[in-house]
């Protein structure tokens, strides 16, 4: 989380696009996404909790609260967001970007389980 916070405070859309669940990366608005890094005054970041939830692959949850300021003022966002590892690369399961996948399907983070055995319980 940390590291994806940073990649927000200096502009780096690429390592935020790369650090999503490759299944989701071609339905990410990188327009907006730069929008919003080049536009803001990044503040802080509070990690407040880190759930490893282990298994195969791992899955973690992190909770955290990210303050910047903007044109329309200061902000704060607390969020509970889900990982998973896979390859021994960490990714951002984004919540907002769906995914095509039915229960029964081969899960779209590439474990090769079922989706509702693997990461479906994570995207809530």
């Given at each position: 989380?940390?590291?994806?916070?940073?990649?927000?405070?200096?502009?780096?859309?690429?390592?935020?696009?790369?650090?999503?669940?490759?299944?989701?990366?071609?339905?990410?608005?990188?327009?907006?996404?730069?929008?919003?890094?080049a536009?803001?005054t990044?503040l802080?970041?509070?990690?407040?909790?880190?759930?490893?939830?282990?298994?195969k692959?791992?899955?973690?949850?992190?909770?955290?609260?990210?303050?910047?300021?903007?044109?329309?003022?200061?902000?704060s966002?607390?969020?509970?967001?889900?990982?998973?590892?896979?390859?021994?690369?960490?990714?951002?399961?984004?919540p907002?970007?769906?995914?095509?996948?039915?229960?029964?399907?081969?899960?779209?983070?590439?474990?090769?389980?079922?989706?509702?055995k693997?990461?479906?319980?994570?995207?809530k």
């Amino acid at each position: 989380m940390r590291s994806r916070y940073s990649a927000y405070v200096l502009g780096l859309i690429d390592y935020l696009v790369d650090t999503t669940l490759p299944a989701q990366k071609s339905s990410l608005d990188r327009q907006s996404i730069n929008a919003w890094s080049a536009q803001s005054t990044w503040l802080g970041l509070d990690v407040e909790n880190v759930e490893v939830l282990g298994g195969k692959p791992e899955h973690s949850f992190v909770t955290f609260v990210a303050r910047w300021h903007d044109g329309e003022g200061e902000h704060s966002h607390r969020e509970r967001s889900a990982f998973v590892q896979n390859q021994g690369h960490w990714y951002f399961i984004d919540p907002t970007v769906p995914l095509k996948a039915g229960r029964n399907d081969a899960c779209p983070c590439g474990s090769e389980q079922k989706f509702k055995k693997c990461c479906a319980g994570y995207l809530k």
